[in-house]
């Protein structure tokens, strides 16, 4: 009961084609390629960003906000609007 056979994988898998047909996966598998693809050039540009020996200039941290004002209240009812 732990593991499945090869005979559920398939019902699954014919299953999911139905549901959502060759075109939608097709696509989903093309955004999840291109996904996986930013994430490692994002990754190789942050890797050669950090090599030893160069010299970067120190980033500024962001502006912080000093004045503002903090509204308390209570929301008792949800209104549609």
């Known amino acids: 009961m732990g593991s ?3 005979w ?3 019902i699954v898998l014919i299953i ?3 549901i959502f047909g060759t075109k939608k996966l097709r ?5 999840l390629g291109g996904a996986v693809k930013g994430f490692k050039d994002g990754i190789k540009d942050a890797t ?3 090599k030893p020996g160069e010299t970067t200039p120190p980033s500024q941290p962001p502006p912080q906000v000093t004045t ?3 509204i308390d ?3 008792r009812e949800k209104t549609r609007t």
Do not use: R
């Not at 696509?27 to 955004?31: M, V």
């Open 27 to 31: 696509n989903l598998g093309a955004d």
């Open 8 to 10: 559920h994988w398939l």
């Open 68 to 70: 503002g004002q903090t």
């Open 16 to 18: 999911v084609l139905l």
């Open 4 to 6: 499945f056979s090869i």
């Open 48 to 50: 050669t960003e950090d």
């Open 73 to 75: 209240g209570e929301i």
